[in-house]
């Protein structure tokens, strides 16, 4: 760690470029919100666009000078080459661009993340060095090729596993971890779920990187299709080969395990339980997006590797190799001729005539057969009875009035029994409601259910008395409602309800 070393990586590192930024708060914080908080891997332009919107919103209250912009300017900005926070792409079966968190913009949330919770949390010093001693001792174990030191290992670890189970048959008190070390090590499992989750960034821009050079050396026609593949096979080979690689698809095969799956969900359900996480919250609820999470990481890694075996079979199909050379030979010539007529540019008017009754598709377009979708159980059992709050709902519940409508019918019957006809404010006055608003909501309903008169553009006010609805005399505008003898219901009438 030099200076010319440091110098080079402060102007040319997207990640410091974003630190960097005079904006940089506000957008780690809107990218943190809508990627990280909701454990989203991709979003469209169409959802993307509108939370940005929103969020500038919200920010004029407070910080009425950040990103004053256009949104629409802001996304471009940041997927452009000068910043690389975000990754927009065109993605199969969609019809707009979709956005990702670039591995620059997923170290700088990391390493805020950290920086962060340094400051308010304890930092586990017991857990990580019991998990050092661990991780050396098997590694000095596993890169042993000698028997005996396997069998001492394991012998050592039945010796152990034999003194437990010796002591809990005796009745001994079961030895549980100190509420310490469980906070301890739970944040620590946290921690290292969101560097895995960043460690996918790299694998998957590897093989981006690796589709970008073929496609732009079979364009360019700079070298034969055997070495373009040959190259192509190379790097990916170079890839699975390299430490990074390797570990992937070790990651890979490991939790593509049914019964790695089944085990974990066991212990994510069963982690809610230990009531020293209670206040755990954020770190129980990324335990719990972890397996889909992952999941969904793995197959956005392995469509990226889809999307180069593709650009591999198209380079070893003759026609279509053929046609790339010629598209690039034309392009080429458009080249030399535009930069021919640059002094000179032609005085007439240039135009191009373009079919567009034509409806092309590729020949590759169709798509890889993709496993059918799972549903999810979610866990609902960490949510706690609240007897009091549940015995309040009855009792309100069990002191609402009940509406009598057939009560209410013959009340009207026997107001318009002469065949004539009464207002709802009337009806109202000469039988008192004794259920509030509700009574009243009760009558409108008869109205429109038995075809009687509503007038919308009538408005009618009527009182309720006091000591019916929290003892205040209330008066409720609602339309002019005429109730009318069965007989003579007007069910034509231009303002009658239907």
Known sequence: MDTSTLLMHFDSSPATRLLRAGNAPYVVAFLHTQFKQTGTITIPHSELLPALASYQEDLQLSWP????????????????????????????????????????????????????????????????????IETLQQLVVGASTDPTVHLDELRKQ?????????????????????????????????????????????????????????????IKGMDSRGGIL?????????????????????????????????????????????????DQAEGLQAVRRMMPLLLSEAAKVTQTERRLSSTLRRL???????ESKRVAELLREIRGLAAAMATDPPRDEVAIDVEDSVALQSPV??????????????????????????????????????????SMRSQIHDATRSGGEVTLG?????????????????????ATDDGHLIDHDLPQEVVIPSGLDDSRTLIVTVPRVMFVAQGHTVKDASHTAE
């Open 65 to 132: 000078d950040a990103l004053r912009n256009n949104p629409e300017t802001y996304l471009a900005d940041w997927c452009s080459p000068d910043k690389l926070w975000l990754h927009r792409f065109l993605e199969a079966g969609h019809d707009e661009p979709i956005y990702q968190l670039t591995p620059h913009c997923e170290e700088v949330i990391e390493f805020l993340n950290q920086s962060l919770h340094k400051d308010i949390d304890f930092v586990g010093t017991e857990s990580r060095l019991r998990l050092v």
């Open 158 to 218: 039945k010796a152990i596993i034999e003194e437990q189970i010796g002591k809990i048959e005796r009745g001994e008190q079961v030895p549980a971890f100190h509420p310490t070390r469980i906070r301890e090590q739970f944040n620590l499992a946290v921690t290292m779920l969101k560097e895995l989750e960043r460690d996918f960034r790299a694998v998957e821009e590897r093989f981006k990187q690796i589709t970008q050079d073929v496609q732009q050396k079979q």
């Open 230 to 278: 040959g190259a192509a096979m190379d790097a990916e080979d170079a890839l699975r080969a390299d430490d990074q690689g390797v570990s992937f698809y070790e990651f890979f095969r490991l939790i593509q395990s049914t019964e790695q799956q089944r085990q974990l969900r066991a212990i994510i359900q069963q982690l809610p339980e230990i009531s020293e996480l209670a």
């Open 316 to 322: 070893l199909d003759a026609p279509t190799h053929q």
């Open 365 to 406: 377009s169709r798509q890889f057969w993709t496993e059918p979708t799972e549903f999810e159980t979610i866990d609902l059992t960490e949510q706690t009875d609240d007897t009091v709050q549940r015995h309040d709902l009855f009792r309100e519940f069990a002191n609402l009035q009940r509406i009598d409508f057939r």
């Open 426 to 446: 009337e009806l109202l006055d000469s039988h008192p409601p004794q259920s509030g608003v509700m009574d009243v909501l009760g009558y409108i309903q008869i």
